[in-house]
């Protein structure tokens, strides 16, 4: 069955340093999202992104964050300056056709970062 | 705003004991409203989702949940737990094709 996969599964990085995070949807989908739990908290929707353009992005994707989809397979976050409160799980997740109106989001494993 | 809270952040039930997760939201339309389950080391597996139709969805893994309008209210049930089914549960609703969650419950499994 195809999943989604994330990489890496965990990060360690120092504060004001750039991070990628890095994700392989599942390979017919056109939508892509990355959502993020803080320890203890809701997990929180970052942005979705359709068509190598944003679609929707929430007050927390901030110009610190930024999305790409390199090539074919990959979808990328990048924090250009971690903060410490950047410090969560990060998810990815994709979905097939629609982007919407009740369509499954498959979502991979996360990427743990921890800014020290 | 949208809103989705699932009052209990932790629950214990013992093996072979029925099950009832929570979950109520506030959104002003008729709601997709889903569960995904979460594993240690695991993503986000989907559940079970409703959209409209019949109240009562069928999930993978025993699951089902019941759409209750009046009570804006979609809880998660199993007749029977298993030791595997110990994870953390999340109730979501979409909002122009992205998920809103609750806070999620964490579901313990004593033998």
């Known amino acids: 069955e195809p999943e989604v996969t994330q990489t890496p599964s965990h990060q360690v990085t120092q504060m004001g340093q750039e991070v990628i995070l890095r994700c392989v949807p599942i390979s017919n989908h056109l939508y892509f999202y990355w959502y993020r739990q803080i320890l203890g908290q809701k997990v929180e929707f970052l942005v979705s992104?359709?068509?190598?353009?944003?679609?929707?992005k929430s007050e927390i994707f901030d110009d610190q964050f930024s999305v790409e989809r390199p090539d074919g397979s990959n979808f990328t976050l990048k924090i250009r300056s971690t903060k410490l409160e950047d410090s969560a799980m990060y998810f990815c997740a994709s979905s097939g056709t629609s982007g919407g109106a009740g369509e499954t989001q498959y979502f991979g494993p996360g990427t743990r970062l921890l800014v020290l | 705003a949208q809103s989705v809270t699932q009052p209990d952040i932790h629950i214990t039930v013992s093996e072979g004991a029925s099950l009832e997760l929570r979950c109520n939201y506030s959104y002003g339309a008729t709601p997709y409203l889903f569960w995904y389950v979460q594993s240690p080391g695991q993503g986000l597996q989907l559940l079970l989702k409703y959209f409209s139709g019949d109240t009562l969805v069928q999930g993978i893994k025993g699951f089902e949940a019941e759409f209750k309008r009046s009570q804006s209210s979609f809880n998660l049930r199993k007749p029977s737990v298993h030791w595997s089914d110990a994870a953390e549960y999340f109730c979501?609703?979409?909002?122009?094709?992205?998920?809103?969650f609750g806070q999620g419950t964490e579901l313990s499994v004593k033998p």
């Open positions: 992104f359709y068509n190598n353009e944003i679609s929707e």
């Open positions: 979501a609703v979409e909002l122009a094709g992205k998920l809103i």
